[in-house]
């Protein structure tokens, strides 16, 4: 006696459609799906698509976190410019005002002695 084990006898074509009936019968979609090699190549096409989208997804939010950051910093440098501007205007206006307050105490002055 030999210790191989039995070769299985070949199945009949009956026997093969029985198979699958029960397949068709008792799997969900996916694993009917999953047998089917042209939905494995869609899927993997899929996902393909699907990793390139990420990785420009990627690369477009570090583009705007990089535009944000200038943006912040010309906002910053933006209104610190017009801050200095209006400290200038202020002062300049404050350097006027004064400069017309001493004319008006002059011409009081002279017009007291008249």
């Known amino acids: 006696m030999s210790d191989l084990p039995a070769q299985a006898e070949p199945k009949t074509a009956l026997e093969v459609f029985r198979e699958e009936v029960e397949l ?21 096409s899929k996902d393909a698509e699907i990793e390139a989208l990420r990785t420009r997804a990627e690369s477009a939010e570090a583009l705007l976190a990089e535009a944000a950051i200038r943006l912040g910093s010309l906002v910053d440098g933006e209104c610190t410019y017009v801050a200095s ?25 002279i017009g007291d002695r008249t």
């Open 24 to 44: 068709l019968t008792t799997c969900g979609i996916i694993e009917l799906a999953a047998r089917n090699p042209r939905v494995m190549e869609y899927l993997s």
């Open 85 to 109: 501007e209006i400290r200038i205007s202020a002062t300049s206006h404050g350097d006027a005002i004064g400069r017309v307050s001493r004319a008006r105490s002059t011409l009081s002055k």
